[in-house]
């Protein structure tokens, strides 16, 4: 991803996705307030799904040059977020809890984990994460959301802008997409409650969704295009011209658009400044999820200890930290101040979009993300149970009778 700041490009020249080192000096803020006290002595115990081989390295030995010894494991060891929480609840030796989603967040401050508390805390930079906290609990650390981007050339829409009220708009398009293949994943789910928050109605049996919104939901899997698992997500299908409209998620498209010929020969082209895509104008927005850090309860430990872990925390969530961080894996942080870092001229186009995932959930009395974690196990239920997302269209399941379905029945997990 492009930066504008020489410290960035500088970064990015000594770092390497597979190399720890850091710049001296580079995380530490213009006060060194971590430089008064070593905290080395006690190893912070880490639960976090932002865990790949190169995050947790590059986490490892920055927290070492800043006075902290950390232990974390990494994606060989534990996969994806509810990994990581059944994880930390199983072990109880868990310090610090970070990544995950609104989602799962939501899970753990209501006790769904009956061995994961989250101390109550409060950092220095807590009002520059905005909205992105629950108070006193836990604090925002990167936002991302899912796009709906489409090319403008002669693979898209020939020039023609794509202008939608609902997300759900796409499958009257006239336009080609691609669509996921499973149901799980954090990216799919997202593209998932995308779609179906036109459709939000409590008072319906199948999953607090109108029966509208699965049927527009079926026909977005079997008339949109899937590549299987030479795909994985959206990027590939648009940048090779095999689809018009698709989905991604936020933290990797500009990356991918800066390597987009090695995968193509009619590639994207354009990172910060589009040349031959653009994204989708949707009224509603779109849906976000921010990645958050909060401290656990733990028995036994001291409060010599407790202000180790309380000082990690502050240093991890600090703008400096969320800077570099942000630098190197390509996201965009909750912290304004390591925003204005990254980007000093202004928020880029795809973080400027209406935010629906924290908008009142129409008629539930609740964010729209709070409802989707309240009935995401629901939805994964019916379209599992349905047959959603097949990857072969030739094993493609039935459409349902939607007049004859058991909501009750759907909304529960399939027997064996």
């Not at 489409?150 to 080609?176: K, M, P, Q």
């Not at 872990?309 to 190197?328: D, I, K, L, N, R």
């Not at 196990?377 to 030739?394: H, K, R, V």
Request: negative net charge; hydrophobic residues 40%.
């Amino acid at each position: 991803m492009k930066r504008l700041l020489a410290f960035i490009l500088i970064l990015a020249i000594t770092l390497s996705l597979t190399a720890c080192s850091i710049l001296p000096g580079l995380l530490k803020s213009s006060e060194e307030e971590h430089a008064e006290k070593d905290y080395s002595g006690y190893t912070i115990r880490i639960y976090s799904n932002s865990n790949s081989e190169e995050r947790a390295a590059w986490l490892v030995q920055a927290a070492s040059e800043a006075g902290f010894t950390v232990s974390i494991d990494d994606g060989s060891v534990i996969s994806g977020d509810i990994a990581a929480l059944m994880a930390a609840n199983e072990n109880k030796d868990g310090d610090i809890l970070f990544g995950l989603n609104e989602t799962r967040w939501g899970q753990v401050i209501d006790g769904e984990y009956p061995n994961l508390s989250v101390m109550a805390w409060k950092p220095s930079w807590a009002r520059d994460v905005g909205k992105y906290t629950y108070a006193d609990k836990a604090y925002g650390l990167v936002i991302q959301n899912v796009l709906l981007f489409y090319r403008t050339d002669e693979f898209g829409t020939n020039g023609e802008e794509i202008l939608f009220n609902h997300w759900a708009d796409i499958v009257d398009s006239g336009y080609t997409w691609y669509r996921p293949n499973k149901v799980g994943g954090t990216t799919n789910s997202n593209i998932n409650a995308a779609i179906l928050y036109a459709f939000i109605d409590p008072s319906s049996p199948a999953g607090g969704v109108s029966v509208d919104g699965w049927k527009t939901l079926w026909r977005f899997c079997a008339e949109g295009k899937s590549g299987g698992e030479d795909y994985q997500y959206g990027f590939m299908p648009l940048n090779k011209g095999d689809v018009q409209i698709s989905a991604y998620y936020s933290s990797s498209l500009y990356g991918q658009i800066d390597v987009a010929a090695e995968n193509s020969s009619n590639p994207l082209r354009g990172t910060l400044k589009p040349e031959n895509w653009a994204l989708v104008d949707v009224a509603d927005g779109t849906y976000y999820i921010a990645e958050y850090i909060g401290i656990l309860e733990k028995k036994g430990r001291t409060a010599e200890q407790t202000e180790a872990v309380t000082a990690f925390a502050e240093w991890f969530g600090s703008a400096e930290t969320q800077a570099a961080w942000g630098a190197v894996f390509n996201t965009y942080p909750c912290n304004s101040k390591a925003a204005s870092i990254l980007y000093p001229s202004g928020v880029p186009e795809i973080y400027r979009l209406p935010n629906f995932a924290l908008t009142e959930a129409k008629g539930a009395g609740v964010t729209y993300a709070a409802y989707v974690a309240a009935h995401t196990n629901e939805w994964a239920n019916i379209m599992t149970n349905l047959g959603f997302f097949w990857a072969d269209p030739s094993d493609a399941a039935p459409e349902p009778d939607w007049d004859s379905l058991d909501w009750a029945a759907l909304t529960r997990p399939a027997e064996n």
